[in-house]
């Protein structure tokens, strides 16, 4: 019985074993959101049994519509840099591809693009790069500081990895209201295998404390199918979310690059990265998960199906025409049609498809409270 559900029955815990004899998949569902953290068991059920995900995907969607309604907030991606000091194994524009082409924004560029992102109804423009070291503190907190004085009515997110605790500190004194930086994975092990040694998993979490301690809206996030991950370390993954209580998820599926020495990997799938964004929001419930460029790589209604699984964000590029295909983190990413940002009509049509609806927003997290129909927050 168990083997089709691709769990071991000497792994089969009291509680999966309650589910299971009450022929109950649906209770364990319907337990979600909890206080209770799950069992290793039930993780493993979650993540990989065979059930009717659809179910799983439904609940998320009505928890995210407890608290954001069909809201689905927007953010203007601006990629400044496709220069990098790291040199993941995973991604196309580490130091030691020597074939990526090169190129970094300027101020002026960067303020033209948020200009434009700003008419086309953007309240949130997310600055994105490569550990560039042309970026200093002084030359972000001059950005940033113009930006905010500019647009005082926006938030701006900073994505530019990891810096020192001053850093960060400094820029969220200049006016950054938000700060990602994907975590890859919650198992050190497996860290340890997507990265080359001088990059550690110690200081990746430290970083991200550093965030949250200094007052950023703090945004982690993994891939999934990535080489060598186990179940394990989704679960790892659920895990750490749940303790460490990030304001932003971001989850898209391993996609290889040519380039890299995981070129011939297998990618991530659309359903197990599904599932796991239904997961985050039923563990995160007021979380904000964005519907990835990935997910729309692999499918073409990926960014849709990832807003009926849970997410609420769409990520539109806003970065110049010219220089979008040099930001190759994976092949085969979207860089023009619906996904530029020029072209926020065609996927506001998209969004309301789907049943929900684009808004001019800054989109913060929901704190207390859930939303009206019309999608605004009764707080408590």
């Not at 042309?134 to 994505?159: G, Q």
């Not at 198992?187 to 970083?207: D, G, I, N, W």
């Not at 985050?280 to 460029?293: Q, S």
């Amino acid at each position: 019985m168990f083997e089709s559900f691709n769990i071991p029955a000497d792994k089969i815990c009291r509680d999966f074993l309650h589910y299971m004899e009450a022929g109950s998949m649906a209770d364990l569902i319907d337990s979600l959101p909890s206080d209770r953290d799950l069992s290793d068991d039930e993780w493993r059920f979650l993540i990989e049994g065979d059930y009717d995900k659809q179910r799983l995907f439904d609940k998320a969607d009505k928890v995210r519509r407890q608290y954001y309604g069909t809201d689905v907030y927007i953010r203007g991606l601006i990629e400044i840099s496709s220069f990098c000091k790291n040199d993941c194994l995973y991604c196309g524009i580490r130091r030691s591809n020597k074939n990526a082409s090169r190129y970094r924004l300027s101020e002026e560029e960067i303020f033209s693009c948020c200009e434009q992102g700003y008419e086309l109804g953007f309240r949130t423009f997310v600055l994105q790069g490569g550990e560039d070291p042309f970026h200093t503190t002084a030359w972000v907190e001059k950005v940033v500081s113009t930006i905010k004085e500019r647009y005082p009515d926006c938030a701006v997110t900073l994505s530019l990895g990891e810096r020192d605790r001053r850093d960060y500190e400094i820029w969220h004194q200049a006016g950054a209201d938000r700060y990602l930086l994907r975590h890859e994975t919650a198992s050190c092990v497996h860290y340890e295998k997507l990265h080359p040694h001088e990059q550690t998993f110690a200081h990746r979490m430290e970083c991200l404390h550093n965030l949250k301690q200094a007052g950023y809206q703090t945004g982690c996030g993994f891939m999934v199918g990535s080489p060598f991950q186990e179940t394990g370390d989704l679960i790892a993954d659920m895990r750490f979310l749940r303790e460490f209580r990030p304001h932003m998820v971001g989850i898209g599926p391993f996609i290889p690059h040519h380039d890299t020495p995981f070129a011939a990997c297998p990618g991530g799938s659309l359903a197990r990265t599904l599932t796991m964004v239904a997961l985050v929001r039923l563990t995160l419930p007021t979380a904000l998960i964005p519907a990835t460029t990935a997910l729309a790589t692999i499918h073409p209604q990926g960014r849709e199906l990832g807003l009926k699984a849970g997410a609420n964000v769409v990520m539109p590029n806003l970065s110049p025409a010219a220089v979008r295909k040099q930001y190759s983190l994976y092949d085969n990413k979207i860089c023009t049609g619906e996904e530029a940002a020029e072209s926020v009509d065609y996927l506001s049509r998209q969004v309301m498809a789907a049943g929900y609806q684009v808004v001019v927003d800054r989109g913060d997290p929901a704190k207390t409270g859930c939303a009206t129909s019309d999608g605004q927050l009764n707080k408590k």
